[in-house]
């Protein structure tokens, strides 16, 4: 079946570092694939999506690109804020999973000032 | 433009009581959906909806019932607690069920059950 796997958290970085949160996917069709962002608090809004191989998406600073030949969707920013600080859902919709959403574990990322 | 608002924001039950929550949201969403929250595993789908009058099962749907009377309603019913429904519980709704559909999500409710 389909599954998303994120790499464990949490993860901790100063102002200004890289991020990186790495997201593998399994699928048996064609999904597109998600980022979703939990503040504290509150409840999951969409960040960034990617409906095909090779499409990149963006927001806010965020990106990532969909590779399909090592079905993977990691999430980069070049330079995170405190504001940035939050859970960070990857997530896939596929046809052949009755056009449910499939979301991964979570990766709770905090910034430091 | 409220989007999806949840009711209530958090609530306490003893084990074998009995509650309902309450998931509206003013977008004219043909799809709801409701999902729980557990640390370590992300979301899991309970219930959904595809349209008003329809509800249909998701991942993990036993100890739960649901209701979608009106379309901009989707209510999610305990009938006896337990211990193990302690979860925050998120509703989202989307237009359509394609695949490439953003969900929206309301701000959750938090149940204990003692």
């Known amino acids: 079946g389909n599954s998303v796997t994120q790499m464990e958290g949490p993860v901790t970085l100063s102002e200004e570092a890289f991020l990186t949160i790495n997201c593998t996917y399994t699928a048996t069709g064609y999904p597109s694939l998600f980022w979703y962002v939990q503040y504290p608090g509150e409840g999951l809004q969409l960040l960034l999506k990617?409906?095909?191989?090779?499409d990149k998406g963006s927001n806010k600073g965020f990106e990532a690109t969909y590779r399909k030949e090592t079905t993977s969707f990691h999430l980069e920013k070049g330079s995170v804020q405190v504001s940035d600080s939050a859970v960070y859902f990857c997530a896939l919709r596929d046809s052949t999973g009755g056009f449910k959403t499939i979301f991964g574990a979570g990766t709770r990322l905090f910034v430091k000032a | 433009n409220a989007g999806v608002t949840q009711t209530p924001k958090f609530r306490v039950l003893k084990t074998g009581q009995s509650m309902t929550l309450l998931c509206a949201q003013d977008m004219n969403h043909e799809y709801m959906y409701w999902y729980r929250q557990d640390p370590g595993m992300g979301l899991r789908l309970i219930h959904y909806?595809?349209?008003?009058?329809?509800?249909a099962k998701g991942e993990v749907p036993d100890g739960y019932n649901v209701s979608r009377l009106k379309k901009q309603n989707f209510l999610l019913g305990l009938e006896s607690a337990a211990p193990s429904q302690t979860s925050v519980y998120f509703c989202?709704?989307?237009?359509?069920?394609?695949?490439?559909?953003?969900?929206?999500f309301g701000p959750g409710t938090r149940l204990l059950v003692l």
């Open positions: 909806s595809v349209g008003e009058g329809t509800t």
């Open positions: 990617a409906t095909k191989a090779d």
């Open positions: 989202a709704s989307s237009y359509g069920g394609g695949v490439l559909e953003t969900q929206y």
